[in-house]
């Protein structure tokens, strides 16, 4: 089952077509902000909702991504290039009396041109951990 994902002005509740969380992503980290509502000029809050088992809740609003500056690339012995593409999102709980940062590691391999959606629990090289908790601490983010 898929992450629903949606974006919303908190202004004027426009919700547009939000499209792969990999391309949101990609754009967000590049931007350094959500897509901007063109009717209000705010940033949409992209919400998330992980279809987690157990009667727990998985709504989310995204509050920051954050992807290290420089991709690891490599080719396979066949010639074709793959790439790692590791984000942190930093999200906030929507469904409880206080909200709560969270974070959420998801990632994705481009193999020779194509996104291949990873794991819900990444192994990374410490180094991309790193850099990401990095990121996050510089726009104080508690992590």
């Not at 426009?14 to 000029?41: H, M, N, V, Y």
């Amino acid at each position: 089952m898929a992450t629903e994902r949606y974006f919303v002005c908190p202004t004027c509740g426009d919700k547009p077509w939000t499209g792969k969380l990999i391309d949101i992503f990609r754009e967000w980290t590049e931007k350094k902000s959500a897509p901007i509502c063109q009717a209000c000029a705010v940033p949409y809050e992209l919400r998330l909702n992980f279809p987690f088992s157990f009667g727990a809740d998985g709504r989310m609003r995204v509050l920051n991504v954050f992807a290290p500056r420089t991709p690891c690339e490599w080719e396979e012995a066949g010639g074709k290039k793959v790439s790692f593409h590791p984000f942190l999102v930093i999200g906030e709980t929507v469904a409880a009396n206080v909200p709560e940062q969270t974070a959420w590691l998801p990632y994705w391999h481009i193999h020779d041109g194509r996104p291949k959606f990873g794991q819900w629990a990444p192994n990374m090289d410490l180094k991309y951990f790193a850099e990401l908790v990095d990121q996050a601490r510089e726009h104080n983010y508690l992590v």
